[in-house]
């Protein structure tokens, strides 16, 4: 990676659900030695938190008033955490009536506008490897790097499925599958800032690839920019 001396490095990895950007994206980071943002959950976050307070993902209204209170960190000592307010909610986040929730919280444009003024002021204090849905569109279109991952709803569902069974979820592959399908449609429909590749992204289909060589791939892609 030629660049300049102290320019800050921003790698932005976007793709649908279940496509492995969380996992990817940290193991990146770890191996480049920089920051990393799981941008996905802190929308995570407050829909956990309207979930847990009794308000309905539909009421636009107080669930925007409700992310413009949350406070939300990362912790990373013995395993990367997430906390809303000093509450630790990173097992509560990846509940099944979370995954159903988020895509609906994550299509109104107060809780982006305001999530994503966090994100760029993250990106803003040093190099970082963020992931997402709009991550190179919308949060930082000028990254030195974006990619793209994707593969087969029945490949995404398959993994998710997979990831459910060892944490000890219990969901169906027709479960999992649906949610997948419906979660891409939402995403992908939305008004605002909707999910797409942009333009000058490296498109990069995860189907039948381990999570080892998608690492490899990316680090690749970053070292001959």
Do not use: W
Request: proline residues 3%.
């Amino acid at each position: 990676m030629r660049r300049e001396e102290n320019r800050h490095l921003h790698i932005a990895i976007d793709g649908p659900a279940g496509a492995g950007k969380s996992t990817v994206a940290r193991r990146v980071a770890e191996k480049l030695g920089i920051a990393y943002l799981d941008t996905g959950a802190m929308y995570r976050v407050i829909a956990y938190k309207a979930l847990s307070e009794g308000i309905s993902p539909q009421n636009e209204e107080i669930v925007t008033s409700l992310a413009h209170s949350a406070k939300i960190s990362f912790g990373q000592r013995d395993k990367p955490s997430v906390y809303c307010n000093g509450e630790d909610v990173t097992s509560q986040i990846r509940s099944s009536d979370v995954s159903r929730a988020v895509s609906v919280i994550a299509s109104y444009q107060g809780v982006r506008e305001y999530l994503v003024g966090l994100q760029r002021r993250v990106a803003a204090q040093g190099s970082v490897v963020m992931d997402g849905r709009d991550i190179g569109t919308f949060v930082l279109p000028l990254a030195e790097v974006k990619i793209f991952l994707t593969a087969s709803a029945e490949e995404r569902a398959r993994r998710r499925h997979f990831e459910n069974i060892q944490t000890g979820k219990v969901s169906s592959f027709e479960e999992v599958l649906a949610d997948i399908e419906k979660r891409d449609r939402l995403d992908s429909e939305r008004i605002y800032a909707p999910l797409k590749p942009a333009k000058d992204a490296i498109i990069l289909d995860t189907t039948g690839l381990t999570e080892e060589e998608v690492i490899e791939k990316i680090v690749k892609i970053v070292r001959e920019a």
